[in-house]
């Protein structure tokens, strides 16, 4: 035994048997699609088969979407995930099926103190947290919210001018990213933080921080999921709990100064669920509890700050890089409202040419690049037998560049959306909002932030490309659909009449 240095006999029967534990672990739930003869990428131990052909996540299924066809098997780390792109499958799974096997998301728990929050929310506290919500984004309050958006979209198309004077190039990410944000701070909470003067206040800092995963911790709960109701216990996260903690301050400083004061009469969103706390009604939709007040609120500014962000500073792109679309847009936004005169709700909303711009937006960049679900139970789809907890995940991203349901998907054209051609659009092809009982609670008002701003930039200025604009982009591997540097154009003004 002399070539076995340093170690016993029995230290080494140990070290072996450790080593070989450990490859077996890394390996173990590695073999799930291949006994269900579902093709995929080769899964590497412990690392599984993300991003082998790309490391942003999105561009990693669209390859695989080429390799393998419309369903394949891949693994999170040591988790399998089912992707699906079949449009049939995905009615069965998104909407005739969500409430008897899929109407949870796969949750890995570590939510800290946004367990509670409508995204992460399951099963009949889902259905109760939901029903609450709803009432505040009808087009009633939508149309109410309406003239806040304004005074912002005001704001920031007044903002561009000086540098349209100077002919500068543009961060559009400084304009749109405080935009959407002040809107959303405003008709949540009633404070207009003023980040497009103030682009480094801490709102800006947290709603940016708050879902950036943390990795240590999003690798170690993935290769050993069995820590994780110990990590839960001493208040590991995987997201930032500086920033959860900062909107938890700010609900509770606004509530106390709503305490007793007049702005008990707040028709923002935060008083709308405050009232409902005192709303008498059956056990289902008791009132929302303080704890999930505060974790919609931090949801909301999140959820709806980055979509409508990234959605805008992408329109910003493709204009200037088609300007005869732009042209176009431009053309309809003047009839609609001549002279410049002031937007307006209903008229906006009918508009078809802005509205097939916006669609083909998100068709090219779904903010949300996968929707996931978990199932609850085994269940057969089209003859693929999906087993009980395993995570389905539609690769929207992937879904909306399919060239047999988008032909030449890498082109941008708005007329896909037209009146003609909308109905020839197959239901299950298009889903940047998701679809069925679990979609976006904030659609309507998503699109409404946007087009608002799109019009009103549009009545005043045109996008142009400039040396400083990256064509090709490149995409941020983070998890929302976005560019990894910011998107420089230039804006030049359009004549006054
Ligand atoms: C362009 C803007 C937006 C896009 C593209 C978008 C997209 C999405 C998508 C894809 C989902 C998942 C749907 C599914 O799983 O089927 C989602 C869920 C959600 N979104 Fe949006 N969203 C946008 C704006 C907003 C806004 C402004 C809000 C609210 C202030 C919001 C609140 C939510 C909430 C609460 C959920 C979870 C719904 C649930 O679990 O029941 N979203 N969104």
């Known amino acids: 035994m002399g070539f076995l240095p340093f170690f016993s006999v029995e230290t080494w029967i140990l ?45 990693d299924d669209n390859e695989c979407a080429k390799k393998y066809g419309r369903v394949w098997g891949t693994y999170e780390l040591r988790c399998p995930l089912l992707a699906v792109m079949d449009p ?40 109760r947290v939901r029903n609450l919500l709803t009432p505040s984004f009808t087009s009633g309050r939508l149309k109410e919210m309406f003239s806040i958006m304004k005074h912002h979209s005001r704001k920031m198309t007044d903002c561009l001018q000086s ?21 959303m701070t405003s008709c949540v909470l009633s404070v207009d933080i003023d980040s497009l003067n103030n682009p480094n206040c801490s709102m800006m800092k947290h709603v940016k921080n708050i879902f950036k995963i943390s990795m240590p911790v999003f690798l170690f709960q993935g290769c050993f999921p069995f820590f994780v109701p110990v990590l839960e216990m001493i208040g590991v996260s995987l997201f930032c709990k500086e920033s959860i903690a900062f909107f938890k301050m700010i609900v509770k400083k606004i509530r106390a100064e709503r305490n007793g004061s007049s702005h008990q009469t707040s028709r923002d969103i935060l008083q709308q669920m405050i009232t409902s706390q005192t709303m008498k009604g059956s056990k289902n939709l008791a009132g929302l509890n303080d704890h999930e007040i505060t974790s919609q609120v931090t949801m909301f500014a999140f959820a709806g700050f980055e979509t409508t962000a990234n959605t805008l500073y992408f329109l910003a792109y493709l204009l200037a890089r088609n300007p005869e679309v732009m042209t176009r847009l431009q053309k309809e936004i003047d009839s609609t409202f001549p002279n410049k005169g002031s937007v307006d709700y209903e008229a906006l909303m009918q508009m078809e040419y802005l509205d097939a711009v916006v669609s083909e937006c998100l068709r090219l960049y779904p903010p949300i690049a996968r ?21 389905v995940m539609v690769p929207v991203y992937a879904l909306h560049r399919d060239p047999e349901l988008w032909p030449e998907p890498e082109e941008f054209r708005p007329d896909r959306f037209s009146k003609e051609n909308k109905q ?16 976006c609670l904030g659609m309507r008002f998503g699109l409404v932030i946007v087009k608002l701003a799109l019009a009103e930039v549009l009545q005043n200025y045109s996008f142009s490309v400039c040396e400083e604009t990256e064509i090709p982009l490149q995409m941020n591997p983070e998890s929302f659909v976005g560019p990894l540097r910011p998107i420089k154009l230039k804006m030049l003004a359009r004549s006054t009449t």
Not at 32 to 51: A, D, N, T, W
Not at 97 to 117: G, Q, S, W
Not at 163 to 179: A, H, L, R, T
Request: proline share 6%.
């Open 163 to 183: 540098k349209v004077d100077n002919n500068e190039v543009i961060s559009i990410q400084d304009f749109f990213g405080p935009y959407s944000l002040d809107v």
């Open 424 to 439: 020839n659009i197959h239901p299950y092809a298009y889903l940047p909002f998701g679809t069925g009982p679990r979609n």
């Open 88 to 127: 049939e499958m995905l009615k069965v799974i998104l909407v005739k099926e969500c409430f008897t096997y899929f109407i949870n998301r796969r949750n890995l728990k570590l939510n800290a103190a946004l367990n509670d929050a409508l995204v992460f929310s399951e099963d009949d506290h889902w259905r």
């Open 15 to 59: 070290l072996i048997t450790f080593i070989c534990l450990f490859v077996m672990y890394g390996k173990w739930s590695h073999g799930v699609f291949e006994k269900m003869g579902i093709p995929g990428p080769k899964p590497l131990m412990y690392l599984g088969s993300v991003c082998q052909h790309n490391k942003v996540y999105y561009l």
């Open 371 to 391: 929707l996931d679900r978990k199932a609850k139970e085994t269940v057969m789809i089209k003859g693929i037998t999906i087993p009980k907890d395993m995570g």
